[in-house]
């Protein structure tokens, strides 16, 4: 699978706000593991491209998945092009990666529990289909969350559930 270019983008962060280049849609129920801590890695079935390794990436939670009634599915709730304020989604923060770790087996994937994802789950280790999972190690110094949310910005989806924000978008909630 070929990934298509990403350039890199310089982002800032201080004290009071943070300026994101890059989002990631998660799903409202991971979101509240990552704001309490519990869950400490994101897990997906491809890389974070090294280029958004200690990069904010704004969080998109969307509405509802879009998946109809097969809500435990993994799919992406939002469009290809998302509009600046689309309806029922919104930006719950920031949070910047460190690093990945690659699970090579179930055996691994179920050890390592920071990720939250139960036995069974769609987005975890799938007997018989996954031969890898990534999971995407959250900096401990690196979460901005909004309370309350924001509406979000205009953004165009660049790969899978990572999407090129159309201009800078400052969180300073």
Known sequence: VQQPQMEAAPCCQSSRAWTCKWALEV???WVGKLKSGEKRIEVRAYPLPQLLIGVPI???????MGC????????????????AGLS?????????FERVKLYKSEDE????????????????????VSETLYGWVLSSTGSYWCD????????KRHLRSIYSLQSDFPLSC
């Open 27 to 29: 799903r409202a129920e």
């Open 109 to 128: 994937f179920v050890q390592d529990q920071p990720h939250c994802v139960p036995i069974g789950s769609p987005y975890g280790w799938q007997q018989g």
């Open 58 to 64: 704004a969080i998109v939670v969307p509405a509802d």
């Open 148 to 155: 309350p949310a924001l509406p979000v910005p205009e953004m």
């Open 68 to 83: 109809g009634h097969i809500q435990q599915s993994p799919c992406s709730g939002l469009p290809d092009v998302v509009p």
């Open 88 to 96: 029922g989604a919104h930006v719950a923060g920031c949070v910047v």
